[in-house]
């Protein structure tokens, strides 16, 4: 069985930052296309940001220019950076991996932005 295991999510002042980590197995990582999504109390959860196995990104329009998602090969890790963290950005945020065509998820780690 995969597992997906994030760390990272913490209480934050808006306008902080913070970097969340997923680790994935060796045996998919090097091949899966990974992300992060999130879901808000009472929303739907929703798309943040992808990597491609070779290092294409992709964005919701409500995090560009503030997150950034990288993937380190050697350490079988994909992070999620944020910077101008808004109360907007509250949710339980969580890992996922696709490998062909098969879909993982991770249990999620929760960020809190507020004063």
């Known amino acids: 069985q995969v597992q997906l295991v994030e760390s990272g999510g913490d209480l934050v002042q808006p306008g902080g930052s913070l970097r969340l980590s997923c680790a994935a197995p060796?045996?998919?990582?090097?091949?899966?296309?990974m992300g992060w999504y999130r879901q808000a109390p009472g929303k739907q959860r929703e798309l943040v940001a992808t990597?491609?196995?070779?290092?294409?990104?992709n964005y919701a329009d409500s995090v560009k220019g503030r997150f950034t998602i990288s993937r380190d090969n050697a350490k079988n890790t994909v992070y999620l950076q944020m910077n101008s963290l808004k109360p907007e950005d509250t949710a339980v945020y969580y890992c996922?991996?696709?490998?062909?065509?098969?879909?993982?998820w991770g249990k999620g780690t929760l960020v809190t932005v507020s004063s």
């Open positions: 996922h991996a696709n490998v062909n065509g098969i879909n993982y």
């Open positions: 060796g045996s998919i990582f090097r091949i899966a296309a």
């Open positions: 990597i491609t196995s070779t290092g294409s990104t």
